[in-house]
């Protein structure tokens, strides 16, 4: 049976379109550097005002990945 080791990064992901967007947003970013990612965890939700338009929202997220052998 393996075990595995695994590590987390913060990452936070941007959007106009929404929490989730972000979130994928974020996701996508992530694994194009980090293999084996397995969970995420969103921490944080926050937004800002852009010039009285729609919010950017900003999601931050915990990824945890496990480590290659």
């Known amino acids: 049976m393996s075990h ?3 590590k ?3 990452v936070t ?3 106009e379109a929404g929490i989730e ?3 994928q947003n ?3 970013k992530a694994s194009e550097t980090i293999r084996n990612l397995r969970w995420f965890e969103v921490t944080d939700i926050r ?3 852009q010039n009285d338009r729609s ?3 900003q999601v931050t997220l915990k990824i945890g990945f496990t ?3």
């Open 21 to 23: 967007d972000a979130v």
């Open 67 to 69: 480590l290659e052998d």
């Open 13 to 15: 992901g941007t959007s």
């Open 55 to 57: 919010p950017l929202w």
């Open 26 to 28: 974020a996701l996508k």
């Open 47 to 49: 937004g800002a005002v």
């Open 4 to 6: 595995h080791v695994y």
């Open 8 to 10: 987390q990064v913060e």
